[in-house]
């Protein structure tokens, strides 16, 4: 369980740009309790050092997340939902 603060540092600003950039907003969030989810990825390729995925789940749905390394050159990016639109997936695609 991760507290969502009520009042964002500049950590939490930074985070909700990335959130931001990829369709999520955390401010709808801020003061409550949220679950995270963090998963070792095993087929990221980009780096000698472990990567992982975090999913913050409220109410049964998906808020926000990223995929990142703890290495020193370390990266932090956002999740970037697949979207098609109605006709791609009417065309079958």
Do not use: K, W
């Not at 963090?38 to 808020?63: F, K, M, Q, R, W």
């Not at 370390?74 to 098609?84: E, V």
Request: hydrophobic share 35%; with cysteine.
């Amino acid at each position: 369980q991760v507290l969502i603060p009520e009042e964002f540092s500049d950590v939490y600003v930074n985070y909700n740009e990335l959130q931001l950039d990829c369709g999520f907003d955390l401010t709808a969030y801020q003061g409550r309790l949220v679950t995270r989810y963090s998963y070792l990825v095993l087929n990221h390729g980009s780096t000698d050092e472990p990567v992982y995925a975090e999913i913050l789940i409220c109410d049964e749905c998906i808020i926000g997340g990223d995929i990142h390394s703890l290495g020193l050159n370390g990266f932090m990016q956002g999740l970037s939902p697949i979207q098609q639109s109605v006709d791609d997936l009417q065309a079958g695609e």
